[in-house]
T-cell receptor, first 115, second 113 residues
Framework: GAGVSQSPSNKVTEKGKDVELRCDPISGHTALYWYRQSLGQGLEFLIYFQGNSAPDKSGLPSDRFSAERTGGSVSTLTIQRTQQEDSAVYLC?????????????FGPGTRLTVL | KQEVTQIPAALSVPEGENLVLNCSFTDSAIYNLQWFRQDPGKGLTSLLLIQSSQREQTSGRLNASLDKSSGRSTLYIAASQPGDSATYLCAVKERTGANNLFFGTGTRLTVIP
């Protein structure tokens, strides 16, 4: 079966532009997570969705970052007025409803470069 | 706040050698611990997940152990192969509160043919 997919795989943008990153979770997975992996840093949590609602947005670094999820499936992470420090790999993960082990499955990531 | 540390940051071994990767975490109130593999430019592949009530999990040449009380986990790789070269990440899910995983910074493994 299909895993978590993300698009684009690579995105190069100029400072100040807005970008949208897309995540398609595994079908039937109700929980969805966004993480960021900066060069030389570990993965840091950004936001968690349960269905279409986001009960935990505690990891979003600034109000330039936002995310939404529609139909309990696809999620979009939007970064407005991008800065060079936003350059990172953005990873999405999903988890099956009722999965008591809490196992998360990750997509291949989107590598964002802000010039 | 939960902090996860992995040592060493990088490791090079000759093919065939057995090796151990280490992971430590500061808050022992975890729900589970997961080991991942990350290849350059790729996402994360889940290798093993250990529930807090378990002591170890095995998959093929991989064995992960968990000592929750001391805040430690090890990933043992037997008879290493060049294809094992990758970055290995451990991550913990806390029992209460946060739904996200807390990740270590990883160990970059190179297996030399």
């Amino acid at each position: 079966g299909a895993g978590v997919s993300q698009s684009p795989s690579n995105k190069v943008t100029e400072k100040g532009k807005d970008v949208e990153l897309r995540c398609d979770p595994i079908s039937g997975h109700t929980a969805l997570y966004w993480y960021r992996q900066s060069l030389g840093q570990g993965l840091e949590f950004l936001i968690y969705f349960q269905g279409n609602s986001a009960p935990d947005k505690s990891g979003l670094p600034s109000d330039r970052f936002s995310a939404e999820r529609t139909g309990g499936s696809v999620s979009t992470l939007t970064i407005q007025r991008t800065q060079q420090e936003d350059s990172a790999v953005y990873l999405c993960a999903s988890r099956r409803a009722g999965e008591t082990r809490g196992e998360q499955f990750f997509g291949p990531g989107t590598r964002l470069t802000v010039l | 706040k939960q902090e996860v540390t992995q040592i060493p940051a990088a490791l090079s071994v000759p093919e065939g050698e057995n090796l151990v990767l280490n992971c430590s975490f500061t808050d022992s109130a975890i729900y589970n611990l997961q080991w991942f593999r990350q290849d350059p430019g790729k996402g994360l592949t889940s290798l093993l997940l250990i529930q807090s009530s378990q002591r170890e999990q095995t998959s093929g040449r991989l064995n992960a152990s968990l000592d929750k009380s001391s805040g430690r986990s090890t990933l043992y790789i037997a008879a290493s192969q060049p294809g094992d070269s990758a970055t290995y990440l451990c991550a913990v899910k806390e029992r209460t509160g946060a739904n996200n995983l807390f990740f270590g910074t990883g160990t970059r493994l190179t297996v030399i043919p």
